[in-house]
């Protein structure tokens, strides 16, 4: 049995990479580190109590009392616990790492319902970034973007997009096919076809991807930590290190309660633009011309 | 079903409709053969997969004249829907060619295929297919927006579109609001409202509950009409294609089987599986008295004498006879009774002997509407044509024997 080595030419590689695509990893961060803090500054520049007020009114516009009564209890046991910078700092994160991975998804999603082959090479791809252990390549990440909230932010892109690809891609390829067609029929171009009849009708699968890449990358809070993101993370890994398990449980709490709230609000989102496409019609009464028409009552008695 | 003798003539009867009017749609040796490297189009490319497999369409050839009905008959499976997606393209042929008002879709290039579809030749589906997501207007206005009409005149048209179709005031709603007959109503109006002559319709009742159906089919009828386009429509149903059709195409294994009127089809099968097929059609609804007369036995004219016809009545047996004019219109009816007399008062006129009790219907008249007429006097039911002439008869026993479907019943 030969010895097969594939460890080496990786590394090997990324070393390569690393030195020569040195101004290419330098933009990334650039552009996300920007991001980064932009977010980070909207989130923790006002009072804190301001920013609670804001997100208890997204939950009530979302969901009405309950959530917005949760939101508000939520966020000030988290500053309360003296965690709100560190939960602003891990929120950021994760939201400019959604926000990318939902920018890259969808494109990528479509290509893949529209073409069988494409689909064929995103899948395998897919299927190793998801489950190839978050630490291996948090490792060539730190490489090429040094330690802090840049790498965590790639890496958490990295793993959470998978969801955001693979839903936009069923969505697509689930609208129903005669109502494709009809569109082909009356002589629509496939540019106008996919913004005008597959992506909405795909709009509650690819809103599910979106949540899922949120809830994924809020899965990665704690492994950011690790490489010197700071927020929740860096919380929860000085719990463990100091065996505090008080720390760490504190920790853990904030992240839960960012999940939940991302959680219900963009499910919520999502149910929202369904129903309001489904609000009650005014209650016209058909009106039947005589001669024109054949008489629609039947019709209207199914209604 | 009225029992008016003054039917118009119907397009169903009317099979030799278009035979001289311009060609629509002339398709020649089409075939399609799913799995088979096709020419690149716009076609959606249904599943390409597997080879060697029997063509879905195999040489196909007719052709459509401008305003005619034209039905594509045959159980699933039969290439039916695959030929009316050849028709607009959907479905890329791997063979043969297409033309359309003379101009041949296959040298299309794909702008100009598009504005085809927008303009010239639109389509109703099965399952409606309509965009859930926008209102009932917008979904009626699509052609025309996409053909870039401005939105106030789009939704104008629109409505008048809805308007036709029976579904005014409706614009506002979504097509989930709406009843499967009122959607595909909707389905109709999105093809009217782009102002296309031709419309593809792919079994657009097919999932509408039998009574919806027929209000469906009414409606269709009425709309041609008003403003005859040429329509190919697909359908298992052949009640429902001898019902619409000018002409009828029934199509089995991909290939034709037999193209013809529907009165053709019912009384001439071109082989078992057609005669199969028409075997539960309500033929009274299909089949005209053109097609079952009769010679009358007897025929008399006014300068005849009474002895004279009176014998020949006796010798074929008859109950009576139709007096003719020169021109063979029908002047009236002589009853053997009355000749009796006429005989006996040694009268030599016929003239005073005439009655009206007869009952007459044109040719084109389904058999449906002879039954309640035929039998009630001495003399059978006359045929007549558009001028008045009497150009057969039809006699209780050959009305029945069509109805039952015995051999020597059709005699077209």
């Keep these: 049995m030969p010895e097969i080595d594939i460890g080496t030419p990786v590394a090997n590689a990324v070393d390569w990479l690393t030195e020569n695509f040195e101004p290419l990893f330098d933009a990334i961060h650039a552009v996300m580190e920007f991001f980064t803090n932009v977010v980070l500054y909207l989130l923790t520049a006002p009072a804190p109590f301001v920013v609670i007020a804001v997100f208890t009114a997204l939950a009530f516009w979302a969901r009405k009392w309950g959530f917005a009564a949760f939101t508000l209890l939520a966020f000030l046991l988290v500053d309360a616990m003296g965690l709100w910078i560190a939960a602003m700092q891990s929120l950021a994160i994760v939201l400019v790492a959604t926000v990318l991975a939902v920018a890259v998804s969808i494109p990528v999603g479509v290509w893949a319902a529209r073409s069988d082959r494409a689909s064929s090479v995103v899948r395998p791809v897919l299927d190793f970034m998801q489950t190839l252990p978050v630490f291996v390549y948090l490792i060539p990440a730190v490489f090429f973007f040094g330690i802090g909230a840049v790498p965590a932010g790639v890496a958490t892109l990295v793993f959470a997009i998978a969801p955001g690809v693979r839903l936009t891609e069923l969505g697509i390829r689930t609208v129903d096919a005669e109502t494709v067609e009809a569109a082909h029929a009356f002589g629509a171009k496939p540019w106008q076809i996919l913004r005008e009849v597959q992506l909405p009708l795909a709009m509650p699968s690819i809103m599910a991807g979106v949540n899922q890449v949120l809830m994924l990358a809020l899965s990665m809070v704690v492994i950011a930590g690790m490489v010197g993101a700071g927020g929740l993370g860096a919380e929860v890994m000085r719990g463990i290190s100091n065996l505090d398990v008080g720390t760490g449980f504190q920790g853990g709490v904030a992240v839960v309660i960012l999940a939940i709230f991302l959680d219900r609000l963009t499910s919520a989102f999502a149910a929202k633009k369904r129903r309001r496409k489904r609000r009650a019609p005014a209650g016209p009464t058909a009106t039947t011309t005589p001669g024109t028409a054949a008489q629609p009552e039947r019709d209207l008695a199914a209604v | 079903m009225t029992t008016s003798l003054e039917l118009p003539a119907d397009p169903v009867a009317a099979g030799e409709t278009g035979v001289a009017a311009p060609v629509a749609i002339e398709v020649s040796h089409l075939t399609k053969v799913f799995g088979a490297p096709a020419r690149r189009g716009l076609g959606r490319g249904r599943s390409d997969t597997g080879g060697g497999k029997p063509p879905a369409v195999a040489d196909v050839s007719f052709t459509v004249a401008k305003g005619e009905f034209f039905v594509i008959m045959g159980l699933s499976g039969s290439g039916k829907s695959t030929l009316l997606r050849m028709l607009n393209k ?58 870039g009409v401005n939105q106030n005149e789009a939704a104008q048209r629109a409505d008048e579109a809805l308007k036709t179709v029976g579904l005014e005031g409706w614009g506002d709603s979504l097509p989930g609001e709406l009843s499967g007959g009122m959607r595909q109503r909707v389905g109709l109006a999105r093809a009217l409202a782009s102002g296309a002559d031709i419309l593809l319709m792919d079994e ?20 041609q009409r008003d403003h005859q386009r040429t329509v190919v429509f697909v359908t298992h149903d052949l009640n429902e294609a001898m019902r619409l059709g000018d002409r009828i195409m029934v199509m089995r294994n991909g290939k034709v089987v037999q193209l013809g009127t529907g009165a053709e089809i019912l009384s001439m099968p071109a082989d078992d599986y057609v005669a199969d097929f028409v075997s539960d059609v309500d033929r009274s609804r299909v089949l005209t008295a053109g097609t079952i007369m009769r010679q009358p036995l007897v025929t008399a004219r006014l300068d005849e004498r009474p002895e004279q016809v009176l014998d020949r009545i006796g010798a074929a047996e008859g109950l009576g006879a139709y007096v003719l004019d020169e021109d063979g219109r029908i002047l009236g009816v002589l009853s053997n009774d009355r000749l009796a007399d006429a005989v006996h008062q040694r009268s030599t006129s016929l003239a005073d002997h005439l009655t009206d009790q007869y009952a007459s219907v044109p040719d084109s008249a389904p058999l449906v509407d002879l039954c309640s007429l035929v039998g009630r006097h001495s003399v059978p039911l006359a045929v007549t044509d558009d001028a008045g002439r009497l150009v057969g008869v039809v006699p209780r026993a050959a009305l029945l024997a069509a109805i039952a479907n015995t051999e020597e019943a059709p005699r077209a």
């Design chain 2, 204 to 223: 657009p009742f097919s999932a509408l509950d039998p009574l919806i159906r027929r209000d469906m089919q009414d409606l269709l009828l009425q709309l």
């Design chain 2, 90 to 147: 959907l479905v890329e042929p791997t063979s043969g060619t297409l033309t359309i008002d003379g101009r041949d879709v296959s040298r299309l290039r794909d702008g100009e295929l598009r504005e085809l579809r927008n303009k010239k030749i639109n389509m109703v589906f099965q399952h409606f297919a309509l965009f859930p997501h926008r209102t009932v207007r917008d979904n009626a206005a699509y052609a025309l927006r996409l053909r």
